[in-house]
């Protein structure tokens, strides 16, 4: 099983990035799919969410409006378009799978988010 994110980098404020999770190794479209950030010295917060049936999705309030998450099933991935970003979207960006039919989780190693003049 492989969660592998890329896209990003740094970014001058109110600028944007798109980030992309391929999977690899599991069934993809029965997963839910999230992406996660932590900023240093912070916990692990969940960003947004997409849901494997009817592909609903859920954002954490300070990201609405502003953030994008979408699936493509038939390439297995999953993308985080992220447009305005502050300097507070700074952190680690990880991809995460869940099912809730066979409660397994995986993990990407996570990409980088750096937003600064």
């Known amino acids: 099983v492989q969660l592998v994110e890329s896209g990003g980098g740094l970014v001058q404020p109110g600028g944007s990035l798109r980030l992309s999770c391929a999977a690899s190794?599991?069934?993809?479209?029965?997963?839910?799919m999230n992406w996660y950030r932590q900023a240093p010295g912070k916990g692990r917060e969940l960003v947004a969410r997409?849901?494997?049936?009817?592909?609903?999705?859920n954002y954490a309030d300070s990201v609405k409006g502003r953030f994008t998450i979408s699936r493509d099933n038939a390439k297995n991935t999953v993308y985080l378009q992220m447009n305005s970003l502050k300097p507070e979207d700074t952190a680690v960006y990880y991809c995460?799978?869940?099912?809730?039919?066979?409660?397994?989780?995986?993990w990407g190693q996570g990409t980088q988010v750096t937003v600064s003049s």
């Open positions: 997409i849901t494997s049936i009817g592909g609903r999705t």
């Open positions: 190794g599991f069934s993809f479209s029965s997963y839910d």
């Open positions: 995460n799978a869940n099912s809730g039919a066979t409660l397994r989780v995986y």
